[in-house]
């Protein structure tokens, strides 16, 4: 399961400009939405599988595939942020929202 980010930017705000500053707060605020968004999605994924399993029924393994995919974008993003590298995390945070956009298509809302 993946937890809102723990990132200190005390440390890193001397290294970072008033634009890299600001992008990194919004990049932690992205993954942390992103982070709860995992959560219910993993949750939606795991009750309709429990209701397939209960049909005799198995899910597509790119749905559970893809949530899994989406949950490891969203650790490295939050090491990404750590060790703040901006470009890295979003991008890691796109793939990781792309991910969860699909997972979401199959599991609903």
């Known amino acids: 399961m993946v937890t809102a980010p723990k990132v200190e930017t005390k440390a890193q705000a001397p290294s970072l400009s008033a634009q890299d500053r600001e992008e990194l707060k919004d ?6 939405f992103a982070a ?3 959560t219910r999605a993993r949750q939606n994924l795991e009750a309709v ?5 209960a049909e005799g029924l198995v899910m ?7 949530m899994s995919r989406a ?3 969203l650790e490295a993003a939050r090491g990404d942020l750590q060790r703040s590298d901006l470009a890295a995390a979003k991008e890691n945070m796109q ?11 199959s599991v609903g809302r």
């Open 49 to 53: 599988q429990a209701k397939q399993k």
């Open 27 to 32: 990049l932690q605020q992205r993954l942390s």
């Open 60 to 66: 597509n393994s790119s749905i559970t595939t893809g």
């Open 95 to 105: 793939r990781a929202e792309y991910e969860l956009r699909r997972v979401f298509q």
């Open 36 to 38: 709860t968004q995992a």
């Open 71 to 73: 949950e490891a974008f």
